[in-house]
């Protein structure tokens, strides 16, 4: 799967992924509206509500971004229909040719590492029949029970030519409580970058690994790191927009062939209809909006990128 994620990056030149992370608030009243009208203040019109946001968002930009990245619990807060909705939404992103990263956070005991890697990225067999649960195409993995907890998320990597981001260095302001230890003299991200470019080593597609890494924008420098650490790896830019990233922020993230990271904003594209600089297009035309949000976003990693 990380050939064709290259692959897509290349054709649309635009090495970006979107981020399905619905809030209620996020939805437009009209289609908040029409849900309640018909299910009532349900869970399940939540849910609807949900899925018809997410269907135009995909619907306006399918053309010009190779991925999006649902987050879960994004859909859990709605419960078992906000659960159906992430499915569907994952199943019609696919239909668009979108490549599908699931932003699961994951990772636990062996037994139950492996229970979550055929959930999401592997299948289960059921009599005589397998069948992909989730069917993502990617997922996030939290690596802090360490190998045997990660090892299961590789092994159906390899089986199912699906892929891996681990996260490393997370973009969230309180991530160097820990992340940033030091043990012999080695900050801990560094030294998990290492495990990532060591479980990658034979998983490799093309060009990149199967597995990659999490590096959130708002930490360039470390960024830069650990470009050298995991030259292999892809690495998911968590942290654009709405977090303080910009394009100028992330070059080092990026291999000299302008390859190896792919960058994440959600609610700056989701959501940008209620921005200043995208409000002309109103509620209703959410989905336009979406897309001048990520031509934007396009033309300002690449005019980095160029500039570098």
């Known amino acids: 799967m990380i050939n064709q994620l290259v692959k897509k990056i290349k054709e649309m030149e635009a090495p970006i992924v979107v981020g399905l992370d619905q809030m209620w608030n996020y939805i437009p009243q009209h289609i908040q509206k029409k849900a309640v009208d018909e299910m009532g203040e349900t869970l399940e019109a939540a849910a609807e509500a949900v899925w018809q946001y997410n269907k135009g968002i995909v619907d306006a930009i399918c053309d010009i971004v190779p991925a999006v990245k649902p987050q879960?619990?994004?859909y859990e807060q709605f419960g078992i229909p906000g659960l159906a909705a992430f499915k569907k939404t994952v199943d019609y992103c696919k239909q668009k040719g979108l490549i599908v990263i699931g932003d699961v956070k994951r990772g636990d005991i062996g037994s139950t590492s492996a229970a979550y890697?055929?959930?999401?990225?592997?299948?289960?067999?059921?009599?005589?029949?397998?069948i992909a649960p989730f069917d993502e195409d990617f997922i996030t993995v939290n690596p802090y029970l360490g190998t045997d907890g990660i090892k299961p998320f590789v092994d159906v990597c390899k089986e199912e030519k699906k892929g891996l981001f681990i996260l490393v260095k997370t973009s969230n302001p309180s991530s160097g409580e820990?992340?940033?230890?030091?043990?012999?003299?080695?900050?801990?991200?560094?030294?998990?970058g290492?495990?990532?470019a060591k479980?990658?080593?034979?998983?490799?597609?093309?060009s990149y690994s199967y597995i990659g890494a999490v590096v959130g924008a708002?930490?360039?420098?470390m960024g830069k790191v650990l470009r050298k650490v995991m030259p292999k790896s892809y690495i998911l830019v968590p942290g654009y927009g709405a977090q303080g990233g910009k394009g100028k922020d992330l070059v080092h993230f990026f291999n000299e062939?302008?390859?190896?990271?792919?960058?994440n904003s959600s609610r700056g594209i989701i959501a940008a209809y209620k921005q200043e600089a995208y409000a002309k297009y109103g509620a209703e035309n959410f989905g336009d909006a979406s897309r001048a949000a990520v031509e934007a976003m396009v033309a300002d990693i690449k005019g980095a990128l160029e500039n570098r």
């Open 218 to 221: 708002t930490y360039p420098e």
């Open 117 to 130: 890697a055929t959930g999401h990225i592997g299948k289960v067999q059921i009599g005589n029949t397998k």
């Open 194 to 196: 290492e495990h990532v």
């Open 178 to 192: 820990f992340q940033d230890q030091k043990i012999d003299g080695k900050p801990l991200y560094e030294m998990v």
């Open 199 to 206: 479980w990658g080593a034979d998983c490799m597609g093309d």
């Open 72 to 74: 879960i619990a994004m």
């Open 257 to 263: 062939d302008g390859l190896g990271a792919i960058v």
